[in-house]
């Protein structure tokens, strides 16, 4: 079946430092990836999206992340990370083959930016 | 305007009772989705619908009935709440299926 895991529970980094949040998926195909973002009482947005190409994709608010094609992975990376960071973090996965639109989710990362 | 709203924000109701959580989209999508998210963060889907049709139901008990009236709109009903559908229920859509999908706020349900 597929899966998404999110290796690291909880992540905490000092503000200004660089981040990397982890992803592996286990798929036989290429999936649709996408990360996910959310704020405390909040929905979830969209940070980026892989579907093809370009296998080093930006987001929003800074965010990037790479698609490893022979690791599985897709990890999210910021340069340098603000105090507005703090959120959970969600790795999802869809499946090309399906006609659902049914995105499988990691069990999240949660980050916390120290001053 | 927000464009996938839910109502209410939160829920709190007795066992057994019977509730419903609204879901409205203002985005011309034809897909929607309930995701339901434990205690744990985890989510997970429950339902999809793409042109007012089911094309999910992961195993969700019959307790739960989903209706969409119309594309913008979809909702959920849930009879006989018990403890553990204590959750946080989120809409969603997209504008077909296996694309992004947009996520409301979410409602957040306790059953005591």
């Known amino acids: 079946a597929q899966s998404v895991t999110q290796p690291d529970i909880h992540i905490t980094v000092s503000e200004g430092a660089s981040l990397e949040l982890r992803c592996n998926y286990s798929y036989g195909a290429t999936p649709y990836l996408f990360w996910y973002v959310q704020s405390p009482g909040q929905g979830l947005q969209l940070l980026l999206k892989?579907?093809?190409?370009?296998?080093l994709v930006q987001g929003i608010k800074g965010f990037e992340a790479e698609f490893k094609r022979s690791q599985s992975s897709f990890n999210l990376r910021k340069p340098s990370v603000h105090w507005s960071d703090a959120a959970e973090y969600f790795c999802a996965v869809a499946i090309s083959s399906s006609n659902t639109g049914k995105l499988i989710f990691g069990q999240g990362t949660t980050l916390q930016v120290k001053p | 305007d927000t464009a996938v709203s839910q109502t209410p924000k939160y829920l709190v109701t007795q066992m057994g009772n019977d509730k419903s959580i609204k879901c409205e989209q203002n985005?011309?999508?034809?897909?929607m989705y309930w995701y339901k998210q434990d205690s744990k963060k985890f989510l997970k889907i429950m339902f999809s619908y793409n042109n007012k049709e089911l094309i999910i139901n992961e195993t969700v008990p019959n307790r739960f009935s989903p209706k969409s009236p119309d594309k913008a709109h979809l909702n959920l009903h849930i009879n006989s709440l018990e403890l553990g559908d204590s959750a946080v229920y989120f809409c969603?859509?997209?504008?077909?299926?296996?694309?992004?999908?947009?996520f409301g706020q979410g409602t957040r349900l306790t059953v005591v």
């Open positions: 985005l011309g999508h034809d897909t």
């Open positions: 969603a859509s997209s504008p077909f299926t296996n694309t992004e999908a947009f």
């Open positions: 892989y579907f093809s190409g370009d296998t």
